[in-house]
């Protein structure tokens, strides 16, 4: 698996449990910013990047397409 490959996998990962619990309620999309600014390792942050997600800006409308 090659490095890029890798983060994908991290960073989708990462959207679909941050996705999962927005839909089940556990968090909203003011939740899933403040995940991307406190939670989420420079590793996970890096990852994100390979997706176009640079700031929890755009995580959150990544999450709010999910839906």
């Known amino acids: 698996m090659s490095m890029n490959d ?3 996998d991290i960073a989708e990962d ?3 449990d941050t996705y999962k619990k927005v839909s089940e309620g556990e968090i ?4 899933a910013q403040r995940i991307y600014a406190d939670d989420l ?3 996970e942050i890096t990852a ?3 997706l176009g997600i640079h700031d929890e ?3 959150r409308e990544v ?3 999910e839906s």
């Not at 909203?28 to 939740?31: C, E």
């Open 6 to 8: 890798y983060a994908m």
């Open 14 to 16: 990462i959207i679909s």
């Open 28 to 31: 909203d999309f003011d939740g």
């Open 41 to 43: 390792t420079n590793e």
């Open 48 to 50: 994100l990047g390979f």
């Open 57 to 59: 800006i755009d995580f």
């Open 63 to 65: 999450i709010e397409n």
